[in-house]
C-alpha cells in the first residue's frame, strides 16, 4: 500500500469516526423542536431522493425491478425505520454518550443472528466477545429504573427504544447478507432510504407526531443539525463507507464500531454537559472490548477456515 493510498484510507477513517460519532448530538438538537419520528423520516426519505437521483444519473439505463425494491425497502424499515427511527426517539431522553455505546453493541446482536440464522457457529473469542459485550450494556442499564414510573420511565423506554433498534438494525444487515440485490450500491441505498424513511413517516403520522409538530418551534440549530445529519452523517458517511470497504479490511472499517462511541462521549460531555461516571466510563471499556474480541475472533475464524479449504 503506497503512502498516499494509506493517507486516503485512514482520512476515510476519520471521517467516519468523527461524522457517525458526531449524528448523535446532532440528532439531540434537531429532536428538541421537530418530533423524532418525523426528523429520522424526512431525513432519510430526503436522502433517499438524492441518492436516486444520483444513481439515475450515474446508471441511466438501469432500473431496480419489482422483487428489488420490495427486499430493500424492507431492509430499509429494519436498518433506518426501526433501527435509526428507535435512536432518534432514544436520545430525547438518553445521553448521546449512552446511546452510542449501546448502538456500538451491535456486533453482539449481529453474532447471534448469524449462528441463529445462518448457522455460522462463533469461536471461543466471538463468544467470548458477546458474554463480555452483554456485561459492559448491562452496566449502563438501571434496573431501579425499570418500574415504568414517574421521570424515571423515560430513560427505561429510551434504553428499550436502543435495545429494539440495534436489534432490528443487526436483522437487516443479517437479510441483506441472506438476500442480496444486484445492482449498484447508491440504488441499493436508495432504494433502502425510500422505504426506510416513508415507512417512518407513515408511523410518525399514525402516532400523532404531525399534528403536535409545531414549525414554529425551529430555529437555526434545528437546520444546522438537520442539514448536517443529511449532508454528513447521511450522504458523506455512506459514500465514505461505500469506498472504504472496497478499499481496506473488514477489520480496519469495524473501527469505527468502538471509535464513534468515544466521540460521542466527548461531544456530549462537551456540549451537553452529560455526566462522565465511572459506570459510564467502565462500560465504554468493556464494549468497546468487546467488539474489539468479535471483529479480530472473526478475522482469526475466517482465516483459519480458509487455511482449512482444500487447495
Same mark, same amino acid.
Given at each position: ?50 441518492? #436516486? ?55 453482539? $446482536?449481529l453474532v447471534?443472528?448469524?449462528?441463529? $440464522? ?20 448491562? #452496566? ?16 427505561? $423506554? ?5 435495545l429494539l ?9 443479517v437479510t ?88 460521542? #462521549? ?46
Amino acid at each position: 500500500m503506497s503512502r498516499t493510498s494509506s493517507f486516503q484510507i485512514w482520512s476515510g477513517l476519520l471521517y467516519l469516526y468523527l461524522a457517525w460519532g458526531s449524528t448523535y448530538l446532532a440528532i439531540h438538537y434537531l429532536v428538541e423542536t421537530v418530533p423524532p419520528l418525523l426528523a429520522s423520516g424526512f431525513r432519510n426519505l430526503s436522502a433517499g431522493m438524492i441518492m #436516486l437521483a444520483w444513481a439515475r444519473f450515474r446508471e441511466p439505463q438501469v432500473w431496480p425491478d419489482r422483487r428489488s425494491w420490495l427486499i430493500s425497502t424492507w431492509i430499509g424499515i429494519l436498518l433506518l425505520g426501526v433501527g435509526n427511527g428507535g435512536v432518534s426517539i432514544a436520545v430525547a431522553w438518553v445521553p448521546t454518550g449512552y446511546a452510542a455505546l449501546i448502538v456500538a453493541a451491535v456486533p453482539i $446482536w449481529l453474532v447471534l443472528l448469524q449462528w441463529l $440464522w445462518l448457522g455460522i457457529r462463533p469461536s471461543a473469542m466471538v463468544l467470548g466477545g458477546v458474554l463480555t459485550g452483554v456485561l459492559g450494556v448491562g #452496566l449502563l442499564l438501571d434496573f431501579e429504573a425499570f418500574s415504568l414510573e414517574g421521570a424515571s420511565a423515560n430513560f427505561t $423506554w429510551g434504553i428499550l427504544a436502543l435495545l429494539l433498534a440495534t436489534f432490528c438494525w443487526s436483522l437487516g444487515m443479517v437479510t441483506a447478507q441472506r438476500s442480496p440485490v444486484p445492482y449498484s450500491a447508491a440504488y441499493i441505498s436508495a432504494m433502502q432510504m425510500l422505504g426506510g424513511g416513508m415507512a417512518t413517516l407513515l408511523v410518525s403520522g399514525l402516532t400523532g407526531e404531525w399534528l403536535r409538530f409545531d414549525p414554529g418551534k425551529m430555529n437555526l440549530v434545528t437546520f444546522q443539525s438537520y442539514a448536517y445529519l443529511l449532508i454528513i452523517g447521511s450522504l458523506g458517511g455512506f459514500t465514505v463507507f461505500s469506498w472504504l470497504a472496497q478499499k481496506t479490511t473488514p477489520t480496519l472499517l469495524a473501527t469505527y464500531n468502538y471509535v464513534n462511541p468515544l466521540v460521542a #462521549l466527548l461531544l456530549g460531555y462537551i456540549f451537553v454537559g452529560e455526566q462522565l461516571s465511572f459506570k459510564v466510563v467502565l462500560a465504554a471499556v468493556i464494549i468497546i472490548a468487546a467488539v474489539v474480541l468479535i471483529t479480530v475472533g472473526q478475522r482469526r475464524q475466517k482465516r483459519i477456515s480458509r487455511e482449512e479449504q482444500p487447495a
